[in-house]
T-cell receptor
Framework: DQQVKQNSPSLSVQEGRISILNCDYT??????FLWYKKYPAEGPTFLIS?????DKNEDGRFTVFLNKSAKHLSLHIVPSQPGDSAVYFC???????????FGAGTILRVKS | NAGVTQTPKFRVLKTGQSMTLLCAQD?????MYWYRQDPGMGLRLIHY???????AKGEVPDGYNVSRLKKQNFLLGLESAAPSQTSVYFC??????????????FGNGTRLTVT
């Protein structure tokens, strides 16, 4: 059973609009959450993270929101750019753990 | 600065053959990891190492072995390849365990096909 779920396999957004990628988790012991971005034929690269003591973390066009009571986090990209087209993985780390648990990924396509 | 380098980039094996995937990092990181990526499954941890000479099992270790004889290298071995091991394999490293100051750095992957 997947502990980290990204229920939308793909998302298509117009350039300049907001992209919202969602992630749900089941393990209440997860303490730290990350988003990775992956281009074809490349490895994932770290994008942004959030600790469970926060509900929002912002870095330029990227903002991650965490709703602990709903066990839900989301990544907002504003404004979306064609270069943002990639696979986005949500990942979670348990308290006192050192092994990330990844979601299945969401393919984002930003149309120009 | 090369970061994390994986060799080979592509490989086709026949069932029962063996091979070794090599991962090298030049960042002096303590932790190294092997993941496999399959459609609809995300990245799953195969084995990891918390330092030179150490290895530990991850989520899906069966059919794989690893070695970390040198700090900068982490080898993943398949002794008798099976079609279920067809996947894209990613190596990653981190300065210490994953946290705010120590994100994972990934290589570009090895695409393995077992026929």
């Amino acid at each position: 059973d997947q502990q980290v779920k990204q229920n939308s396999p793909s998302l298509s957004v117009q350039e300049g609009r907001i992209s919202i990628l969602n992630c749900d988790y089941t393990n209440s012991m997860f303490d730290y959450f990350l988003w990775y971005k992956k281009y074809p034929a490349e490895g994932p690269t770290f994008l942004i993270s959030i600790s469970s003591i926060k509900d929002k973390n912002e870095d330029g066009r990227f903002t991650v929101f965490l709703n602990k009571s709903a066990k839900h986090l989301s990544l907002h990209i504003v404004p979306s750019q064609p270069g943002d087209s990639a696979v986005y993985f949500c990942a979670a780390l348990p308290l006192y753990g050192n092994k990330l648990v990844f979601g299945a990924g969401t393919i984002l396509r930003v149309k120009s | 600065n090369a970061g994390v380098t994986q060799t080979p980039k592509f490989r086709v094996l026949k069932t029962g053959q063996s091979m070794t995937l090599l991962c090298a990092q030049d960042m002096n990181h303590e932790y190294m990891y092997w993941y496999r990526q399959d459609p609809g499954m995300g990245l799953r941890l195969i084995h990891y190492s918390v330092g030179e000479g150490t290895t530990a099992k991850g989520e899906v270790p069966d059919g794989y072995n690893v070695s970390r004889l040198k700090k900068q290298n982490f080898l993943l071995g398949l002794e008798s390849a099976a079609p279920s091991q067809t996947s894209v394999y990613f190596c990653a490293s981190s300065r210490q365990g994953v946290n705010y100051n120590s994100p994972l750095h990934f290589g570009n992957g090895t695409r393995l096909t077992v026929t």
